[in-house]
Nanobody
Framework: QVQLVESGGGLVQAGGSLRLSCAFS????????MAWFRQAPGKERDFVGR???????GYADPVKGRFTISRDNTKNLVYLQMNSLKPEDTAVYYC????????????????WGQGTQVTVSS
C-alpha cells in the first residue's frame, strides 16, 4: 500500500515563506526519486523540483533560487522550502515518486499524493 501524504500548505502573503512536507510509506524506497509538482485551476500540472536518492536536485526555472527540495531518508520525508513566494505560486502542490532517476515529466512518476493547497496573496 504505497502512500504519499502532503502537508504544510496554507495562506501566506507575497514575499513570505512556507515549507511543505511529504511523508511516504509502502514500497517507496529511499533510493527513489521524489518530486514536487503544482497545478493551478485551468492549468496543467507543472514540475517544480525533484531530488534523487543520493540527494541531487533540480528545479524548474520559475522557482530557482527561491525553492529548495530536501529529504530526510531516516524519516521517509521530503520537503519543499518555499521562500520569496509570489501570487503566481498559488496552486495545489503534489508530491510524486518513482524508482530510478525521474526528471521533470509527469509521466516519469508512478506514485502521487493528493495535494496540499498553497495560496499566496498580493
Amino acid at each position: 500500500q504505497v502512500q504519499l501524504v502532503e502537508s504544510g500548505g496554507g495562506l501566506v502573503q507575497a514575499g513570505g515563506s512556507l515549507r511543505l512536507s511529504c511523508a511516504f510509506s509502502g514500497r517507496i524506497f529511499t533510493t527513489y526519486g521524489m518530486a514536487w509538482f503544482r497545478q493551478a485551476p485551468g492549468k496543467e500540472r507543472d514540475f517544480v523540483g525533484r531530488i534523487w536518492g543520493g540527494g541531487s536536485t533540480g528545479y524548474a526555472d520559475p522557482v530557482k533560487g527561491r525553492f529548495t527540495i530536501s529529504r530526510d531518508n531516516t524519516k521517509n520525508l521530503v520537503y519543499l522550502q518555499m521562500n520569496s513566494l509570489k501570487p503566481e505560486d498559488t496552486a495545489v502542490y503534489y508530491c510524486a515518486a518513482n524508482s530510478g532517476f525521474p526528471g521533470d515529466a509527469r509521466s516519469g512518476y508512478r506514485y502521487w499524493g493528493q495535494g496540499t493547497q498553497v495560496t499566496v496573496s498580493s
